[in-house]
């Protein structure tokens, strides 16, 4: 069985700010894990993904996700909020790497204040 | 390459219509999976589709929803006699082959359904 909990449902962050979303999983086994973005009226975009090698993983627009196993978590960090960054975000678990045994975290709605 | 393609981007019924909502994959990809998205929840798997065969439903609803993806044209997820409780945003994503870790998968920018 696996399962997301993303900790912040709203997040409100100033441009030019750190973004940090949080992300905790469960997983019997050793889990792919994901951050998906989605801005309005447009399809979800992968951000960057953890498939086992370098725990800290670098993705698109300055995005970046550790993966700490002892602690369980997967958490979307960001130095500094573009306004542009503002659209809501998905972390994903998956145990097997199929796209059809994905299981998507309820979502955070990132909002960049000038 | 225009991405995944769905259409209608919002959709309205009344209870007992049917919705049939319509998915283009991106060039070159023969595999679909549909999702659905209940408010304030996240995406949950239903089908998976390669071109003419359903390879797993097992997150469908076992009344009123089907799937297909025919030889030629669009995936179609069709809702007969729609309730309240199908209101939604439906997803659909595809890929080259069935991997997420792998392999890129492309989602399309979703259907929204709305039930009266």
């Known amino acids: 069985a696996q399962s997301v909990t993303q900790l912040d449902s709203h997040v409100s962050v100033s441009e030019g700010t750190p973004v940090l979303l949080r992300c905790n999983y469960s997983s019997s086994y050793s889990p792919s894990l994901f951050w998906y973005v989605q801005h309005p009226n447009k399809g979800l975009q992968l951000l960057l993904k953890?498939?086992?090698?370098?725990?800290l993983v670098k993705g698109i627009n300055g995005f970046e996700a550790e993966f700490k196993k002892s602690e369980t978590s997967f958490h979307l960090t960001k130095p500094s909020a573009h306004m542009s960054d503002a659209a809501e975000y998905f972390c994903v678990v998956s145990s097997s790497g199929s796209a059809r045994q994905l299981t998507f975290g309820s979502g955070t709605q990132l909002t960049v204040l000038p | 390459n225009a991405g995944v393609m769905q259409n209608p981007r919002h959709l309205v019924r009344r209870r007992g219509q049917e919705a049939r909502l319509r998915c283009s994959p991106m060039?070159?990809?023969?595999?679909v999976y549909w999702y659905r998205q209940l408010p304030e929840e996240g995406l949950k798997f239903m089908v998976y589709?390669?071109?003419?065969?359903?390879?797993?439903e097992s997150g469908m609803p076992k009344e009123r929803f089907s799937a297909e993806f025919p030889k030629e044209g669009p995936s179609i997820l069709r809702i007969q006699q729609v309730v309240r409780g199908d209101s939604a945003a439906y997803f659909c994503?595809?890929?080259?082959?069935?991997?997420?870790?792998?392999?890129?998968?492309?989602f399309g920018s979703g259907t929204q359904l709305s039930v009266l």
């Open positions: 060039k070159g990809h023969s595999h």
């Open positions: 953890y498939t086992s090698a370098a725990t």
């Open positions: 589709l390669q071109k003419e065969n359903i390879i797993d």
């Open positions: 994503a595809s890929s080259r082959v069935d991997s997420a870790t792998n392999e890129k998968l492309f």
